[in-house]
């Protein structure tokens, strides 16, 4: 498993995004078996004790369809918004944070 996080501030908000990666090896699989799947953990909170804005949503996609996605609405108590996904190793996956006023920014692709 690799993992890591990056800081930055996005429309004024001082935003943290964890992203962790792992093999996944199935049951028929051993160490000398080639793995041919990967997960892609995604955990967005902020760097301060400051709340995520209402409406912040987090979406993650293969390039083709929305695989995923995690909106923080008035009724959400969370102070973090998560997603996973498995792909295929040639897979990559596109990540998306979005405001509800519609500022958005998409990262680079995530790939194993």
Known sequence: MQGMYRDWQF?????????ATAPIIGE???ADNQITE???LLILTTQQQVPLPSGIRLQVS???A???EQVLNDATTA???YLTAIGMLEE????TIALADG???TLPPFHY
């Open 11 to 19: 429309a004024n908000y001082p935003l943290r995004l964890y992203v």
């Open 66 to 68: 929305l695989i995923g």
């Open 79 to 81: 102070d973090y918004l």
């Open 62 to 64: 293969d390039g083709y």
């Open 103 to 105: 500022t958005a920014i």
């Open 38 to 40: 990967w997960s892609l």
């Open 28 to 30: 028929s699989q051993t």
């Open 92 to 95: 990559q996956f596109i990540v």
